[in-house]
């Protein structure tokens, strides 16, 4: 059994809104994401660090002392990312269980999205990992992810949100 897990998923806007990572959605996702490390006994999470649920993955990596690789798309990120949102990117990037690693260097361009994906995916494949996608089955990066690790056989565990988000807008 492999102990390396790539993570991918929503951005808050799909996800409640949670910008902060604090919320009813957010604390669904953290126990999706730390049932997973705790059952699979996973030693390295990769995370792209983008805002929404590769945050929330880093931040349960760190909570349960896990190795984090974090394949960021470009060297400005979180450029135009709200103060709040770089300050906690910040602050996740600099923790000592967090690696750092460009996948594409210098500025956004509007494939190194894409390029960053199939690299977390590629990197599970090389350690005989998994990937863990917090996705509703909607189009767009998540799903592009997914279906990349489809084709280059890489084993896909999925949680949808859905009804966390319904029972949160429910007030549940």
């Not at 006994?41 to 880093?58: F, H, M, P, R, T």
């Not at 798309?73 to 996740?92: A, H, I, M």
């Not at 590629?122 to 990937?131: F, I, Q, R």
Request: hydrophobic content about 35%; charged content about 25%; proline content about 4%.
């Amino acid at each position: 059994m492999s102990n390396v897990l790539t993570i991918t998923g929503h951005r808050p806007q799909k996800l409640n809104s949670e910008w902060d990572g604090i919320g009813p959605v957010s604390d669904w996702i953290r126990d999706q994401i730390r049932g997973v490390i705790i059952a699979r006994d996973i030693k390295e999470l990769v995370s792209g660090g983008a805002l929404g649920v590769d945050q929330l993955g880093i931040e349960v990596s760190i909570e349960e002392v896990v190795n984090v690789l974090a394949a960021i798309p470009c060297n400005n990120q979180d450029k135009k990312w709200f103060p709040k949102s770089k300050k906690r990117y910040q602050f996740l990037m600099a923790h000592p269980l967090v690696e750092k690693h460009v996948v594409s260097p210098g500025e956004y361009t509007h494939n190194c999205m894409q390029v960053r994906n199939i690299w977390m995916v590629n990197y599970a494949k090389a350690h005989d990992g998994k990937v863990l996608a917090i996705w509703d089955g909607s189009s767009g990066g998540t799903g592009n992810c997914v279906e990349y690790a489809h084709k280059v056989g890489v084993e896909v565990i999925q949680r949808d949100p859905t009804e966390a988000v319904k029972n949160a807008n429910n007030g549940e």
